[in-house]
């Protein structure tokens, strides 16, 4: 019999983490594959990604609305509990996949575990400087099985009592896709995206959700580097926590300029083109941290949001000021970079299945232990 085993999605950035996830328990046929989307995916204003996931053809979607724009967090969080049990008691899932640290990967993990269903977390034991901080690891208890990037992350879930025997390294999913041979030229992504520059950098600004009251300050210090540094740009939407509004408002500024183009979205492939052939990406997004070091992409991480995230030495760490901005512009155009693998080195899903085709991952105890380090 078959295991049935459901993805949760609430972003395009943890979609594009789990799709050849997806993928390889799709393609087997000792799994039956469903996905559970909501969150960014479900909201016009961001592109209405979920578009872009039932273009890829899989075979079981539930599409669920769990925030408007004025939602806050803990509400967002109530709704998808709701929506998720429901769903589960329905479809009896064998499995759950989350990832991050996202509050629909918290509302996933938590109904699933009350339910005495097998939770496994994608991602875990990594650190950053918001309140996703806190989401992460929460989802991480809540979580029977942990698939980490890297041993930097094992260690940690190890600090937080989790069990060694049922964590496991695989790299970050992503990487598989960054380097397929499948990707389009950046031929294809500039018609597509309708790109009519050859040269460009890459923005992507999130808001820093422990930091509200001055995200509206900050925004405005980034786009006022955008334009004075006279580039061009690919700018994509912040994700839609608490201060996306002050970002929105900003890029306001950067319309109809010839040497800007902004999306609410970029689908994953194409995003990966883009990344793999822009001048620099700035921001605070974990492509910068992540991802572009695999490119031997300069980044310019701004503010706090990705603290502690990488031991990379090359990444470029600015404040909000604006001067700095700037310099920190001029430094990522002179930096020739060789790309490094922080977070694996492909092959995750191949790692993945091995796993789930062991015995002993489907005997794996949904009664928590905590192991002490002696």
Request: proline share 3%; glycine share 6%.
């Amino acid at each position: 019999m078959k295991k049935n085993i459901v993805f949760l999605t609430g972003t395009r950035a943890d979609f594009g983490k789990l799709k050849s996830l997806i993928d390889v328990c799709e393609a087997h046929d000792q799994f039956s594959v469903s996905l559970f989307v909501t969150g960014m995916h479900m909201q016009a204003q961001y592109g209405y990604t979920v578009d872009e996931i039932l273009k890829y053809g899989y075979s079981d979607i539930y599409k669920f609305i769990n925030r408007t724009n004025e939602t806050t967090m803990d509400q967002t969080l109530a709704k998808t509990i709701s929506g998720f049990s429901d769903y589960i008691r329905e479809n009896k899932p064998d499995l759950v996949v989350v990832h991050g640290d996202r509050v629909e990967a918290l509302a996933g993990a938590t109904s699933a575990a009350l339910n005495n269903i097998l939770v496994a977390h994608i991602e875990g034991g990594e650190v950053s400087g918001t309140i996703d901080e806190l989401i992460r690891h929460a989802v991480s208890k809540m979580c029977h099985v942990h698939f980490v990037s890297n041993e930097r992350a094992k260690k940690r879930l190890m600090q937080m009592g989790e069990l060694n025997e049922s964590t496991f390294t695989i790299g970050s999913p992503d990487v598989d896709i960054m380097f397929s041979d499948k990707l389009p030229s950046i031929a294809m992504a500039r018609e597509r995206y309708e790109i009519p520059f050859d040269d460009f950098a890459i923005l992507m600004f999130h808001p820093v959700t422990t930091e509200n009251d001055r995200m509206a300050e900050y925004a405005r210090l980034v786009v006022d580097a955008v334009l004075e540094s006279g580039l061009n740009y690919v700018v994509i939407y912040p994700n839609n926590d608490l201060g996306s509004s002050d970002i929105l408002r900003e890029y306001k500024r950067l319309r109809g300029l010839d040497r800007i183009k902004i999306f609410p979205s970029v689908r994953f492939e194409y995003f990966l083109t883009f990344l793999k052939n822009a001048q620099f990406i700035m921001g605070n997004s974990s492509a910068a941290i992540m991802e572009a070091p695999y490119y031997g992409l300069p980044a310019i991480n701004i503010g706090n949001r990705q603290n502690n995230r990488s031991e990379n030495t090359d990444l470029i760490h600015c404040g909000y000021d604006k001067a700095v901005l700037l310099e920190g512009i001029k430094q990522a155009l002179n930096l020739n970079l060789t790309p490094i693998e922080l977070f694996g080195e492909g092959k995750s899903c191949e790692k993945f299945m091995d796993v789930l085709l062991t015995k002993k991952f489907w005997g794996i105890s949904k009664q928590k232990l905590f192991n002490d380090i002696h």
